[in-house]
T-cell receptor, first 112, second 114 residues
């Protein structure tokens, strides 16, 4: 199994600012992902974090808004840029070990 | 495109009762299916992983079954407890367009009444 530490666990931010979320995995997972969960909804994949190269974004998500880094196999960051109230969601980091998915504790973001 | 449906969306049971949560998926070409629990406002905790070649998995009071051909899975919870009152998510992993996509259902919110 894999243990994923994600921080911060929650934050309240002013609109127009940016927040960087960090994710640390205790083992070398094959793949890492970032998800968004809007209130009352299920998880939506934002992007696949690729080690040492640009992330692969899903339709509707762009690098300028959600820049992602993954400098090594066990660490990744997601930045939510130029935030608006519509960005208020839970953001989740996920790692995959073989074909099993593991998740961080989530970051509950509120934009005011 | 894979679609995952969970029924019911919410369920309330008295403590001690056994219960079944349902998950269905449209594309049977899956690698595996995972059940997660999500505490309010938190991340996901993996409960059970069933590979496509397996029929069921058990962990403690939990038993998950998989019928890949019919696109169905169930999560059976025995002797429910108030601590089981969270949202349960079902997710399937299938190969599509080169990357292994994990598709989630919307979840079943369980309330166990003491």
């Amino acid at each position: 199994s894999a243990v994923i530490s994600q921080k911060p666990s929650r934050d309240i931010c002013q609109r127009g600012t940016s927040l960087t979320i960090q994710c640390q995995v205790d083992s070398q997972v094959t793949m890492m992902f970032w998800y968004r969960q809007q209130p009352g909804q299920s998880l939506t994949l934002i992007a696949t974090a690729n080690q040492g190269s640009e992330a692969t974004y899903e339709s509707g998500f762009v690098i300028d808004k959600f820049p992602i880094s993954r400098p090594n196999l066990t660490f990744s960051t997601l930045t939510v840029s130029n935030m608006s109230p519509e960005d208020s969601s839970i953001y989740l980091c996920s790692g995959r070990l073989n074909t099993e998915a593991f998740f961080g504790q989530g970051t509950r973001l509120t934009v005011v | 495109k894979q679609e995952v449906t969970q029924i019911p969306a919410a369920l309330s049971v008295p403590e001690g009762e056994n219960l079944v949560l349902n998950c269905s998926f449209t594309d049977s070409a899956i690698y595996n299916l995972q059940w997660f629990r999500q505490d309010p406002g938190k991340g996901l905790t993996s409960l059970l992983l069933i590979q496509s070649s397996q029929r069921e998995q058990t962990s403690g009071r939990l038993n998950a079954s998989l019928d890949k051909s019919s696109g169905r899975s169930t999560l059976y919870i025995a002797a429910s407890q108030p601590g089981d009152s969270v949202t349960y998510l079902c997710a399937v992993l299938n190969s599509g367009a080169g990357s292994y996509q994990l598709t989630f259902g919307k979840g079943t919110k369980l309330s166990v009444i003491p």
